[in-house]
C-alpha cells in the first residue's frame, strides 16, 4: 500500500474490550463481591431450590445483542434471573447426586484465576509450578506413589476417561495410539461391579471398546464388587479367548457409597496382569480422615486414581484429578507433536511439564490456583475433620431412620450416603415407590431440602449424599420429620381422592 493510498484509507478509533471509566467498572466489581458474599451468608434463610417462573425463562430466547447494554443492567439481569434459580448446591440442606457446596475463598481464587487469564497447558510460568504442587499435594494426601504423574481435569468423568485411556494402551499388547483397535487380535475387556458410574461406561464407549466390553460384575449385601464372580468371569473371558486388561474398584459407589475391597482387587489385578483403576470421584478423599482411612485400603496399589476435588474437597466447579502410577504411560498416551507446539528449553516455551501432554485439552484453565489457595487457607486438617463431619452426620440420620417406624433403611450406611424411603404395610411396593417419589418432588418443590432419588433392588430410594460443609444435625433432624408429614399428608389427599 503506497503512503498516499495508506492516507485515503479511513482510519477508524481502534478498540479495546477494556471499560472507557475504569473507576465505574471498579466500583460495580466492589459492590459485586460485596453482593456474592451477602449471597453466601444468607444461603440458609433461602428455599433450597425454586422453579423458574415462565417469564424469566422467556427472557433466556432473545435475540443475539448487537448494542452494548449497559454493564449494571446487565448485572441486574443476572441478579433477577439467574441468582435466584439454582440447583441449590450452596444450600446447608442439599443432598442430591454428589455434589460439592464451594467455599468463599474459593470465589475469590476464581477471580483471581479469571484475571490471570492464564492458560496452563505449558511454559514457563507460575501456574504450571502451582499445578505441580497441588499434584504433589494430591498424592500426599490419598497416600499415592510419589513418582505417579498427575493432571487436573474438569471432574471425574474426565479423570476417569483419561485412566482408562492409559490403562487401554498400556495393556493391549499392539500400538492402540499408532494402529488403533482394528489391529486388536483378541477383545479387550474390563470389569467394574453393577454400582460402577455410567461415566466409566461412557469412557469405555469412547475409546472405542463398546460397552459390552465392561462386564459389569454383581455385588455383595454391602454393594461390593463379588470378588468370587469378578475371579470367574475374568477366567471364563479368557476361555473364551478375550484379553482381559483392567479391573476398576470404586472407592464410594454412586448409588449407596460403597467401598469395594480394594486391596482383594489389587491382588486380582496383579495375579491377573490387569491393569487396577479407582473410581474415587465420591470417596477417595475419605483418607484425609484418620478413621475413614482404613476404608480405602489398597487404594495406594491402583496404577490409576480418578477422584473429584469440586466433591468433597468443596473447590468451586470444575476440578478433578487423575493420578497414574506409570507416568512414561501417561505421557505416550497423550503426547502428539506439531512444530507449533515443539518443547524448547528457553523463554516463555520452557518450562518442567507440558501438561497437555497428559490429557485431552490443549489450553487449559488454571484450575489448581483455587486448590492451591483454598489448601493453604484451611490446612488439610479442617478437610479431613469436614469429611468425617459429613460422615458422622450420614451415621446420625441412619440413626434417625432407624428409630422411626415409618422409615427404612435401604442399604448400609458405610460412608457419607443415606439411601431410606417411608414404608406402609398397607401399601404395595409400587404404591410406597409412588408415594416416596411424591414426597421427594415435594421436598424439593417446597424448597425444603434438595436429597435425590435412586433404584435399589427395585425400590425407589430417597438419597441423601452428603458432601456439605454447611448442613448441621438440625438439617437432618427436620429432613426425617418432613418426609414423614409429608408421606402423611399426601396418604391423606389420595384417601380422600378415593371413590
Ligand atoms: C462415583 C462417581 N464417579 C464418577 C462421577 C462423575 O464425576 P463428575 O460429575 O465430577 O464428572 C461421579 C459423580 O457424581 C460419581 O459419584
Not at 116 to 128: D, M, R, W
Not at 132 to 146: F, I, P, R, S, T
Not at 365 to 394: C, P, T, Y
Not at 473 to 496: C, K
Amino acid at each position: 500500500m503506497s503512503l498516499q493510498s495508506m492516507a485515503d484509507h479511513e482510519v477508524h478509533e481502534e478498540e479495546t474490550f477494556d471499560p472507557d471509566d475504569w473507576t465505574a467498572l471498579t466500583q460495580l466489581a466492589h459492590r459485586m463481591v460485596e453482593d456474592m458474599m451477602n449471597h453466601l451468608t444468607t444461603v440458609r434463610e433461602r428455599p433450597a431450590w425454586q422453579p423458574l417462573p415462565d417469564d424469566v425463562k422467556a427472557r433466556f430466547i432473545q435475540p443475539l445483542p448487537l448494542e452494548p447494554r449497559n454493564r449494571e443492567h446487565v448485572y441486574q439481569e443476572f441478579c433477577r434471573d439467574i441468582l435466584p434459580y439454582l440447583r441449590g448446591n450452596t444450600h446447608p440442606r442439599f443432598w442430591a447426586w454428589v455434589e460439592g457446596t464451594g467455599t468463599p475463598f474459593g470465589v475469590l481464587a476464581e477471580m483471581l484465576a479469571a484475571t490471570l487469564n492464564s492458560n496452563v497447558s505449558f511454559g514457563e510460568q507460575a501456574p504450571v509450578y502451582v499445578e505441580l504442587q497441588v499434584l504433589d499435594w494430591c498424592k500426599q494426601m490419598l497416600g499415592y506413589a510419589a513418582e505417579a504423574s498427575g493432571l487436573l481435569v474438569s471432574g471425574g468423568a474426565e479423570a476417569n476417561l483419561v485412566g482408562l485411556a492409559v490403562a487401554r494402551n498400556a495393556k493391549a499388547n499392539f500400538d492402540v495410539a499408532h494402529d488403533g483397535l482394528r489391529m486388536a487380535s483378541q477383545p479387550l475387556t474390563l470389569y467394574g461391579s453393577t454400582e460402577t458410574h455410567s461415566v466409566l461406561q461412557k469412557a469405555v464407549e469412547l475409546l472405542g471398546l463398546g460397552s459390552n466390553s465392561l462386564r459389569k460384575i454383581p455385588v455383595d449385601g454391602d454393594y461390593r464388587i463379588d470378588l468370587k464372580i469378578l475371579r470367574r468371569t475374568i477366567a471364563e473371558d479368557r476361555e473364551r479367548g478375550e484379553r482381559p486388561f483392567c479391573v476398576i474398584g470404586n472407592a464410594g459407589t454412586v448409588n449407596t457409597g460403597a467401598i469395594d475391597d480394594l486391596a482383594a482387587l489389587a491382588d486380582v489385578a496383579r495375579e491377573e496382569d490387569l491393569w487396577f483403576h479407582i473410581d474415587g470421584a465420591l470417596g477417595a478423599l475419605a483418607a484425609l480422615a484418620p478413621k475413614l482411612r482404613p476404608l480405602l485400603k489398597g487404594m495406594e496399589r491402583a496404577d490409576s486414581l480418578a477422584f473429584d476435588l469440586h466433591k468433597w474437597m468443596s473447590v468451586p466447579y470444575e476440578a478433578g484429578c487423575i493420578l497414574i502410577k506409570n507416568a512414561t504411560q501417561h505421557h505416550r498416551t497423550f503426547s502428539t507433536s506439531g512444530a507449533y507446539i515443539a518443547h524448547v528449553q528457553r523463554g516463555v516455551a520452557g518450562g518442567p511439564i507440558w501438561f497437555s501432554e497428559y490429557g485431552v485439552q490443549l489450553s487449559r484453565s488454571f484450575k489448581a490456583l483455587k486448590v492451591w489457595m483454598m489448601l493453604k487457607e484451611q490446612g488439610i486438617e479442617k478437610f479431613a475433620r469436614l469429611i468425617q463431619q459429613n460422615v458422622d452426620q450420614a451415621k446420625y440420620l441412619a440413626a434417625l431412620i432407624e428409630a422411626r417406624p415409618e422409615l427404612e433403611l435401604l442399604a448400609p450406611v458405610s460412608l457419607n450416603v443415606v439411601c431410606f424411603r417411608f414404608i406402609s404395610e398397607a401399601l404395595s411396593e409400587s404404591e410406597l415407590n409412588e408415594l416416596n417419589e411424591e414426597i421427594l418432588m415435594r421436598l424439593h418443590e417446597g424448597g425444603i431440602a434438595i436429597p435425590s432419588y435412586t433404584m435399589l433392588q427395585g425400590r425407589y430410594a430417597i438419597r441423601v449424599a452428603i458432601v456439605n460443609h454447611r448442613s448441621r444435625r438440625a438439617d437432618f433432624d427436620r429432613l426425617v420429620e418432613e418426609v414423614i408429614n409429608h408421606a402423611r399428608v399426601v396418604q391423606r389427599e389420595r384417601d380422600l381422592d378415593k371413590p
